[in-house]
């Protein structure tokens, strides 16, 4: 019970972190570029709580009136709903509204003057007597922004609206940036009415900032205070037979001083330096006896299990543990050297998939926390760092690729309509792919996840 409640509260907070990067790429790059975002929501419906800010100023037409047929009925604090067009020169003007009464039901003003509803209710009386009665969903919008939030100013002939919301939703397993008009270029202020050059930077920003993710999150690393080891010297314990480093000639009490072109000043990155260099020739100055030899080595792009690239084991011997904490700068060196290392590593592994080597394993999300809960108990804080990057790295690169209902084949039908020189596909057309794709995605999640709980009951660790 313990490893199941150290796998939530690691994995929770870092799938909610890596969304909320991502998202936040969609968030700046829409607003950047002058798009209507109605709202910014972290988990996935229902709503758990929402607060509304911005300054949001929509016009009022002189046949729109308010609950009790006058603007001065609204004041700050009041929750609306509206349907805003378009005036000449791009500025919102209310044609429905919504509003809320004293005993919390909901009334619709329209733009023909009349109050027009209370909460939906549709009796042959009311209707008779109020023959335009009816909700704000029974209004045909695709021309319209809806839009909702909090009255902040009413004047006679504007209000100010508080309606960008900020959402916290009860499923934590996502999130979700909402946009105008995302597929309805006849909206106001909307996505789909952008040409296709600000559609695909909006597109592809949360990849983006996945992507930028472990720069930043290596470079926070490096600031916050962290024991480094110092010195020391990786001294060889046991060479399997038949490895690279067999036939290299290494042997039990070398001393490996460099790797390739680099002195080994931390030990420790031995392994990853060895990765780095998998299926490339080497040299590798090693100390034996009280002098010094070169030897050529060639690591293995997929070693047999518990071997490792050059079949060595080793220990660091004569080492020293040092407190330090780098200075902004240093850290966002580090930051980019250490995320082109991790990417290096990553491009060798999938050209290892495709070099007769062993393929890849899936693990789902209940496979992902598992992971996560894992290191964490043995790694910490860094652990938990390093599992974050290499996912945001995941899902920045499964983003991107033309998968319908991801962004990547959002991207693949912008870029259809650029070839078709701004012929678009048709919406339902493009939204039946991406329905397709949906359940063909929780199709997989769902066998991927059987797979996990397969391999949790028996107690297997997907770390092997």
Request: proline share 6%; charged share 20%.
């Amino acid at each position: 019970m313990d490893t199941v409640l150290i796998a939530l509260a690691s994995f929770i907070p870092m799938l909610l972190l890596l969304v909320v990067v991502h998202e936040l790429g969609h968030f700046w790059s829409a607003k950047a570029f002058g798009i209507k975002v109605l709202e910014f929501g972290v988990g996935y419906p229902p709503r758990a709580f929402g607060i509304f800010t911005g300054r949001t100023e929509t016009l009022v037409a002189d046949t729109t009136v308010c609950l009790n047929g006058s603007l001065q009925a609204l004041k700050p604090g009041d929750v609306v709903r509206i349907l805003s067009g378009e005036t000449e020169d791009g500025r919102l003007i209310a044609r429905y509204i919504e509003v809320r009464d004293a005993a919390g039901n909901e009334g619709m003003i329209g733009s023909m003057g009349r109050f027009v509803g209370f909460g939906g209710r549709r009796t042959e009386e009311a209707e008779q007597e109020h023959p335009q009665r009816r909700r704000l969903e029974d209004v045909e919008s695709d021309e319209f922004l809806r839009h909702e939030g909090k009255v902040r100013e009413a004047h006679p002939d504007r209000i100010v609206l508080a309606d960008m919301l900020y959402s916290v939703n009860w499923l934590p397993l996502g999130g979700f940036v909402r946009l105008s008009g995302e597929n309805n270029p006849a909206a106001p202020q909307s996505l789909a009415r952008r040409g296709v050059g600000q559609r695909a930077i909006v597109l592809a920003a949360g990849s983006a900032m996945n992507a930028l993710f472990p720069i930043v999150a290596f470079a926070i690393m490096a600031m916050v205070p962290h024991t480094v080891l110092m010195g020391g010297t990786a001294q060889i314990t046991a060479v399997a037979p038949g490895s690279p480093a067999a036939e290299a000639g290494l042997m039990p009490g070398d001393r490996v001083l460099s790797v390739g072109e680099q002195a080994l000043v931390q030990p420790e990155r031995l392994p990853q330096e060895v990765r780095l260099g998998a299926g490339s020739e080497m040299s590798w100055l090693v100390e034996r006896g009280g002098q010094t030899h070169v030897v050529q080595i060639t690591p293995r792009v997929d070693p047999p299990p518990g071997q490792g690239a050059v079949g060595i084991g080793y220990e660091i011997v004569g080492q020293q543990a040092e407190r330090r904490a780098e200075p902004p700068w240093v850290a966002l060196r580090l930051g980019v050297t250490d995320t082109w290392d991790m990417l290096t590593l990553i491009g060798r592994e999938v050209r290892g998939w495709f070099g007769g080597g062993r393929g890849p394993e899936f693990s789902g999300p209940i496979g992902i926390a598992q992971i996560t809960g894992q290191v964490t108990q043995s790694g910490g804080f860094q652990g938990w760092m390093v599992v974050a990057i290499l996912l945001s790295i995941n899902l920045a690169v499964l983003n991107i690729l033309p998968i319908p209902m991801l962004d990547g084949g959002r991207l693949l039908f912008v870029a259809i309509e650029w070839v078709r020189g701004g012929k678009r596909v048709p919406s339902e057309k493009e939204g039946l792919v991406h329905l397709i794709g949906f359940v063909a995605m929780i199709a997989l999640v769902i066998a991927i996840s059987a797979n996990d709980i397969v391999r949790l009951v028996q107690g297997i660790s997907p770390l092997g």
